[in-house]
């Protein structure tokens, strides 16, 4: 059975996940690619509802003055 919801939200997932990539190769050109995804990391375990390209983007802007 198509579910076009389910193709929505991947498709969201995946877009997110460009988003993500596109932030760590800029924090990359500033030698900031591990600062990033571990400064990230640490947001998602504090707020489990955070969603992972939020958490990418507050990172990076945490790092990227």
């Known amino acids: 059975i198509y579910n076009a919801k389910q193709d929505l939200s991947e498709e969201i997932r995946f877009d997110d996940q460009a988003q993500i990539d596109l932030i760590l190769e800029e924090a990359n ?9 571990q400064t990230a990391t640490k947001f ?4 489990p509802k955070l969603n992972k390209l939020d958490a990418y983007f507050m990172s990076y802007s945490e790092w990227i003055k």
């Open 29 to 37: 050109a500033y030698g900031l690619r591990q600062e990033v995804i």
């Open 44 to 47: 998602m375990n504090t707020d």
